[in-house]
């Protein structure tokens, strides 16, 4: 048990020191360990929503935006 500690410690400082590690069996690749930051980054989870974007904008309550009060004009697409 203890080597198998010993033998995962040393996958995980891989993982972190030079990227996904591939795991084996038969010589045939089963698995990759993945740095935690590269897993969210392929799920997508590292972005913001497109509601958290819009929120993120320019405070717009400070510009003077005055609108007419005159009616629209009408149309005649006929």
């Known amino acids: 048990m203890q080597e198998a500690k010993q033998q995962f410690s040393e996958l995980i400082r891989a993982v972190r020191a030079d990227g996904p590690q591939f795991v084996t069996k038969h010589g045939e690749e089963v698995a990759v ?3 935690i930051a590269e897993y969210r980054r392929l799920l997508g989870e590292d972005q913001m929503s497109f509601k958290d974007f819009l929120l ?7 510009l003077e935006i005055e609108r007419s009060d005159v009616p629209a004009r009408q149309v005649d697409f006929e």
């Open 33 to 35: 360990v993945l740095d």
């Open 56 to 62: 993120t904008g320019p405070d717009l309550s400070m």
